[in-house]
């Protein structure tokens, strides 16, 4: 298993290019089990996640072929139903495959995703939606079933008390092959989503509504082959923002559009960072030469300030000066990286759903482990900003939504490098 060597304090500087979206690209290859053809997705990033999406869609009957950022799925024949537990224990977003395959199938199965150490997921906002399309919910022990009720899948008037990512999609995926008309109210506004339907709708689905909470699916009968390019992906970019607002340099991200990252950027702004950006040539440059400012942080739906970049701005600020305040609103789980932080030397209090740090620069380097997927970014980022050598095990975690953090950030110019536990 190998682990992340970082040895801190080199400022960031060059050009990196941003890897496609996970977080887009993965409901992109679940909608293309609706299809009975070939869907050709690009600037798809090479990741655990897609992997096991890949398998599963596999597992169920398509074909798919690799070819660089291109993935070519072709879903001609689909002879299963039921996805394999230990997939989507691996992945809890594949839970989004069932509103596919009930659209295409009638039926769709798999266990309950459960938690993780980021929250407790439910999947109740999943479930009603499914119902309210004239699904039969067959809920066994720790199984779920998805079958086509008596009347069809047909359309609904769906209410999203929450604006649920992971429900907006499956409503989106088990209502585009439906007779008549849905209507999502209260549907999340991610870019994520606008991307799901813009590729949807290059299939030859109905959707409007992009980017409202409104969204509106007019049922059709079948799609077509298309291909489609997966937007850069927003929390990379993001990420590595922070890392330079940690570390300090002046660096070129390509091919990701601003408009994605609003808040964030903002906020790196106000904390010292000055930033350029050129939303139609999908360029954002960073460039940071103080130490960063404190800051107050609240997390929320989108356009709020993402979730998924909270722990890399976590530890941005506790590398920085003054006393900040963050506020998780979206996963009660997501302070677990500030026990990490801490043995870096960062002074951090956490208190519910309330973190409050008191910027402690530069931090100190340290052997640490990620325990998830952003919290593992964050001790990156926290790498760079401290004194010495930080070790980072658990790094499968990263590896799930980053592509190769430490060839980017060495190309960047940090000292940073993968090695073996025994230090090879
Ligand atoms: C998606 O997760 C993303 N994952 C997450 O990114 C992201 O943090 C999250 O949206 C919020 O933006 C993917 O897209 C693969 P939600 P999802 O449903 O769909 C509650 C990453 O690091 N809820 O919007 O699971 C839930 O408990 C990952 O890339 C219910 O109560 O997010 C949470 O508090 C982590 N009932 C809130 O809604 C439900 O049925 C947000 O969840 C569903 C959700």
Redesign the pocket.
């Known amino acids: 298993m190998s682990e992340i060597q970082i040895f801190g304090l080199s400022p960031l500087k060059g050009e990196i290019s941003i890897q496609g979206s ?2 887009a690209v ?2 992109m290859m679940a909608a293309a089990l609706l299809h009975k053809g070939v869907t050709v997705l690009m600037n798809v990033p090479v990741i655990r ?1 897609v992997s096991c999406m890949a398998d599963i869609l596999e597992y169920l009957g398509c074909c798919i072929r690799r070819q660089g950022d291109c993935l070519a799925i072709d879903a001609r024949n689909i002879d299963r139903t039921g996805i394999p537990d230990h997939f989507v224990r691996a992945m ?2 594949s839970i989004v495959v069932l509103g596919a395959l009930l659209g295409r199938m009638g039926e769709g199965s798999g266990c309950y995703p459960g938690g993780c150490l ?11 939606v499914l119902k309210e399309l004239g699904a039969e919910i067959l809920e066994e022990e720790n199984h779920l079933t998805v079958r086509r009720g008596p009347e069809g899948i047909r359309g609904a008037e769906i209410h999203l008390a ?6 907006t ?1 499956q409503a989106i995926l088990a209502s585009v092959l439906a007779r008549d008309v849905t209507v999502i109210h209260g549907a ?1 506004k ?1 870019p ?1 989503i606008a991307e799901l339907c813009d590729f949807l709708n290059n299939m030859g689905a109905i959707i409007c509504g992009m980017g409202t909470e409104h969204l509106m699916i007019q049922g059709v009968r079948c799609l077509h082959d298309a291909s489609f390019r997966v937007d850069g992906d927003r ?1 990379v970019a993001g990420t590595y923002a922070a890392a330079a607002a940690a570390a300090g340099g002046d660096i070129l991200m390509k091919g990701i559009k601003s408009s994605c990252l609003r808040v964030p950027l903002a906020l790196l702004a106000r904390i010292g960072a000055k930033l350029r950006t050129e939303e139609k040539a999908g360029r954002i440059r960073v460039s940071m030469e103080e130490i960063p400012r404190a800051l107050d942080i609240r997390t929320g ?2 356009p709020e300030f ?3 970049l909270q722990s890399p701005f976590m530890a941005l600020l506790a590398s920085g000066r003054g006393v900040s305040h963050i506020e998780e609103r ?3 789980g997501r302070f677990a990286t500030a026990e990490a932080l801490k043995s870096m030397g960062a002074r951090i209090r956490v208190r519910d759903r309330e973190a409050v740090l008191e910027g402690v620069h530069p931090l100190t380097g340290a052997r640490v482990a990620a325990s998830d ?2 919290g593992g970014a964050a001790l990156v980022v926290a790498g760079l900003a401290a004194r010495g050598e930080t070790r980072i095990a658990g790094c499968l975690h990263i590896e799930r ?1 980053y592509e190769d953090i430490c060839r980017d950030l060495a190309a960047l110019g940090a000292r940073i490098r993968w090695v073996k536990e025994d230090g090879t």
């Open positions: 996970k977080n993965l409901p996640d809890r977003s980021i929250g407790a997921r439910p999947i109740d906002l999943h479930i009603k929450y604006p649920s990512v992971g429900a999609e999340a991610e994520e929390i739906p989108y993402p979730t998924d979206v996963f009660e997927l952003r939504g």
